[in-house]
């Protein structure tokens, strides 16, 4: 389990994230047309995973567009931004703010994805959402790259995660 912060109290969750150099976790999420993405679907490209509790808090906004922003810049590489929520919710977000540049899903179905990469809040009023958090993993499938954020209000390092492309 790892602790962060919501509102200065500390929540847990499920895990830890992944270790740098393993090879990253098989996932399925689902797109906002309701259709599955997996890991092996980006085979050989770069993917960053930008995780957060829900695309209607402030927080998780700024991350999606700035995120969308910068994947305009990068080559073979995809990002995807994963939470809980419906992809009804996503779409309507994307649709709204111009969102094009990355790929919005959700691990709604079963949250296995924030299981399987120790994100799941198991305590605290978000319990069952994901932690925020940024994984990059190479064009090799192995994580390059991990950031659990220590305060779920706060945005991720966009830098160095970028850095870590290069």
Known sequence: MSTVTLGGNAVQTS???????????????????????????????????????????????TSVRMFNHKAAQLEN??????????????????????IENVYAVSDFRAGQFGKDYGLEFVTGPLQGLHARSVIVVDTDGKVIYTELVPEVANEPNYEQALASLK
């Not at 994963?82 to 709204?96: E, V």
């Open 15 to 61: 895990g830890d994230l992944p270790q740098i150099g393993a090879a990253a976790p098989a996932f399925t999420l689902v797109k906002t047309d309701l259709s599955e993405i997996h890991l092996s679907d980006y085979a050989g490209k770069r993917v960053i995973l930008n995780i957060f509790p829900s695309i209607d808090t402030p927080t998780c906004a």
């Open 77 to 98: 590489t995809v990002i995807l931004c994963i939470s809980r929520d419906l992809p009804f919710a996503i779409k309507r977000f994307c649709g709204a703010e111009g």
